[in-house]
C-alpha cells in the first residue's frame, strides 16, 4: 500500500481557529496561528490534505459569520 499522508483538522482551544495537521502517533500538536502546545481532544474531520483545507475554510467562514452575528447581536442591545 502507498503511504498516502493523513490530515485531519483540528481547533486549537486557545485562538478557537481549524487548521489543517498531519495526523501523527503522538496526540501533540502546536496551532499554527498562536503557537499554543495542546493535546489532540478533538478531530473535526480526517482525509487528504485538499479535502481538510476545504474542510477548514468551511468551518473557519462559518466561524466567522457567528462571530459577526454575535457581535451584531450585542451591538443591538443597546
Do not use: I, Y
Not at 481547533?11 to 500538536?29: E, G
Not at 481532544?41 to 482525509?47: A, I, S, V, Y
Not at 479535502?51 to 450585542?74: P, S
Amino acid at each position: 500500500p502507498d503511504m498516502v499522508q493523513d490530515f485531519h483538522v483540528v481547533r486549537c482551544f486557545r485562538c478557537q481557529s481549524f487548521q489543517v495537521q498531519q495526523v501523527k502517533k503522538a496526540k501533540k500538536w502546536s496551532c499554527k496561528l498562536c503557537g499554543e502546545k495542546q493535546s489532540l481532544l478533538k478531530e473535526f474531520g480526517r482525509g487528504s490534505g485538499a479535502d481538510c483545507r476545504r474542510h477548514v475554510q468551511k468551518l473557519n467562514a462559518m466561524r466567522g459569520a457567528k462571530m459577526e452575528e454575535q457581535e451584531a447581536h450585542t451591538w443591538s442591545l443597546w
